[in-house]
């Protein structure tokens, strides 16, 4: 579920990305129109894909974080067991 959810909310990071790195500075007035105007920048820099930069890193990281943190459960649920003898 956490992978469909990154896959679909990409492209909305990676122009929340783009319009805090231009800062506050920008022809545009309303910010609808800023995040079109981003998406119309990116689309024709890098094409669809330009949308997806960065997904590998984050799928990554919540595939090593979601392991630590299964592996972490598990061990405190032996270790605070009442019969757990060290």
């Known amino acids: 579920a956490a992978l469909a959810a990154s896959i679909l909310t990409q492209p909305l990071d990676t ?3 783009r319009l805090q790195v231009k800062g506050g ?22 094409g669809l894909s330009g ?3 960065g997904l590998l890193p ?16 598990e061990y ?4 605070s067991r009442k019969d757990y003898n060290a």
């Open 76 to 79: 405190l649920k032996v270790v």
């Open 25 to 46: 500075a920008s022809k545009v007035s309303s910010k609808s129109a800023m995040v079109v105007s981003v998406f119309k920048e990116l689309t024709a820099s890098s």
């Open 58 to 73: 984050r799928v990554t990281h919540m595939g090593v974080w979601g392991s630590i943190l299964s592996a972490a459960f």
């Open 51 to 53: 949308m997806y930069q």
């Open 15 to 17: 122009i929340k990305t």
